[in-house]
C-alpha cells in the first residue's frame, strides 16, 4: 500500500501557465509537508499543515498555495511558472502536531519533477 | 544561520567495505537529527532519529552517531552493499519551531 501518493510524477510545462500537483496520504497523519529538491539536490520545506491548518510558511513566493481540503490531503498549487520553479517537489507526512518530535518517522512521497521551459 | 554541512560530497567504495558520513551542524536551539536514504528518483527514507541525549542509534547495517556537544554526527555503513548506492542526506530539526534545516547529501556508489 501507498503510503504517500503524489500525482503527476512527471510535469512539463510552458512559462506563465498554471498547475497543480496532488498529495495523499493514507497513515492518518496529522501533519503533511512541501519540499523542493533543486538540481543540486537540496531539500528546503515550503510548507507545512496540520489539520489543515497552515503552521510552516517559509518565505515561499505568494505564486504558491498549498490547499488542504481535508487531513489526508495536501495540494500544491502554483501561479504564473518561471524557469526557476523546475525542481523535484516532495509531500510528506508526519504523525504528530509536533512534525519534530523524536518518536516521529517522516515518510516522504515519491515525488513530482516539474520542468518549465 | 542554521546550517547543516555533509561531508564528503561524494564516496566511491567497493561491495563489502565499510565506510563513515560526517554531518556538522550549527542549527540551535536543536531538537533532532535525522539521517535519510534517498535513491536515485524517489523520496527520502528515514534511517535513524536521535535527539541531544543519545550517542548511538542502529538499523540494522546503519549505525548513526551524535555528539551533541561538538554539533557532529556520522553515518556508519558496515558490509556495504550494491543496493546502498544512494544519496545519504543529514536533517537536523530545531527546537520550538521543527523546521528541519537539510545538508546537501553526500552520494555514495558502492562497487562490485
Known amino acids: 500500500d501507498t503510503a504517500v501518493s503524489q500525482t503527476p510524477k512527471y510535469l512539463v510545462t510552458q512559462m506563465g501557465n498554471d498547475k497543480s500537483i496532488k498529495c495523499e496520504q493514507n497513515?492518518?497523519?496529522?501533519?503533511m509537508y512541501w519540499y523542493k529538491q533543486d538540481s543540486k539536490k537540496f531539500l528546503k520545506i515550503m510548507f507545512s499543515y496540520n489539520n489543515k491548518e497552515l503552521i510552516i510558511n517559509e518565505t515561499v513566493p505568494n505564486r504558491f498555495s498549498p490547499k488542504s481540503p481535508d487531513k489526508a490531503h495536501l495540494n500544491l498549487h502554483i501561479n504564473s511558472l518561471e524557469l526557476g520553479d523546475s525542481a523535484v517537489y516532495f509531500c510528506a507526512s508526519i504523525g504528530q502536531r509536533s512534525s519534530g518530535g523524536a518518536g516521529d518517522t517522516q515518510y516522504f512521497g515519491p515525488g513530482t519533477r516539474l520542468t518549465v521551459l | 544561520k542554521n546550517q547543516v554541512e555533509q561531508s564528503p560530497q561524494s564516496l566511491i567504495i567497493l561491495e563489502g567495505k565499510n565506510c563513515t558520513l560526517q554531518?556538522?551542524?550549527?542549527?540551535?536551539?536543536?531538537?533532532?537529527l535525522r539521517w535519510y536514504k534517498q535513491d536515485t528518483g524517489r523520496g527520502p527514507v528515514s534511517l535513524t532519529i536521535?535527539?541531544?541525549?543519545?550517542n548511538t542509534k542502529s538499523n540494522g547495517r546503519y549505525t548513526a552517531t551524535l555528539d551533541a556537544d561538538t554539533k557532529q554526527s556520522s553515518l556508519h555503513i558496515t558490509a556495504s552493499q550494491l543496493s546502498d548506492s544512494a544519496s545519504y542526506i543529514c536533517v537536523v530539526i530545531s527546537g520550538g519551531s521543527y523546521i528541519p534545516t537539510f545538508g546537501r547529501g553526500t552520494s555514495l556508489i558502492v562497487h562490485p
Open positions: 554531518c556538522n551542524y550549527t542549527v540551535s536551539p536543536f531538537s533532532n
Open positions: 536521535m535527539t541531544f541525549s543519545e
Open positions: 497513515l492518518g497523519h496529522d501533519t
